[in-house]
């Protein structure tokens, strides 16, 4: 069966900071990822997704960046971090963006200091 | 632009109660409508997919259907128990193969 991880469950940064959350995904080949971002009291806004090793596109402008090294692994970074860089941090996979449901982490809670 | 809302943003019944959960999308043109549960400090786990040429989908005590035409979906939950106490999210697959999600109904079943 699939699984996905992420880690680290939780991290306190300092502003300014450099951050790199990693997501794995086993049990599959060529997923699509997903990272998602969940500010408190708030839905839930798509970052940015892949489709394949090295192919990244991004919804939102930010000092975020994320990276596709391996079929398997993809990782959201920041060189600086900001304040408003606080909250919970999913990624999620699916086969079939059409006919197959998301599938999501454990989550990653980020609080910048 | 997709837009989606859910109603009501939060709900208290007592265990053994059917109850229905909304889900509004304005653009109809959607390629299916996923519906999540999230516990505290928790990630999402999917419940149900009904694609857009679906009417409905059934899990267990769970049935979703889906009106593309209105604009709404709506969760069924039967015979609810302590355990189904969450949040339920719905989203909508837009034509961008991107998932709209909605802010939530926190559900709270009372035993």
């Known amino acids: 069966s699939q699984t996905i991880h992420q880690w680290p469950a939780t991290l306190v940064q300092p502003v300014g900071s450099p951050l790199s959350l990693e997501c794995t995904v086993e049990?599959?080949?060529?997923?699509?990822l997903y990272w998602y971002r969940q500010a408190a009291g708030r839905g839930l806004q798509l970052l940015f997704y892949s489709v394949g090793i090295g192919q990244i596109s991004s919804e939102v402008p930010q000092n975020l960046s994320a990276s596709r090294p391996q079929d398997r692994q993809f990782i959201l970074s920041s060189k600086k971090l900001l304040l408003s860089d606080s909250g919970f941090y999913l990624c999620a996979w699916s086969a079939s963006p059409e006919f197959s449901p998301q599938h999501f982490g454990d989550g990653t809670r980020l609080s910048i200091l | 632009k997709q837009e989606v809302t859910q109603i009501p943003a939060a709900l208290s019944v007592p265990e053994g109660e059917n109850l229905v959960l909304n889900c509004s999308f304005t653009d109809s043109a959607i390629y299916n409508l996923q519906w999540f549960r999230q516990d505290p400090g928790k990630g999402l786990t999917s419940l149900l997919l009904?694609?857009?040429?679906?009417r409905e989908q059934t899990s267990g005590r769970l049935n979703a259907s889906l009106d593309k035409s209105s604009g709404r979906s709506t969760l069924y939950i039967a015979a609810s128990q302590p355990g189904d106490s969450a949040t339920y999210l719905c989203?909508?697959?837009?034509?961008?193969?991107?998932?709209?999600f909605g802010s939530g109904t926190r559900l709270l079943v009372r035993p």
């Open positions: 009904i694609q857009s040429s679906q």
């Open positions: 049990g599959t080949s060529n997923p699509n």
């Open positions: 989203a909508a697959m837009d034509s961008s193969y991107k998932l709209i």
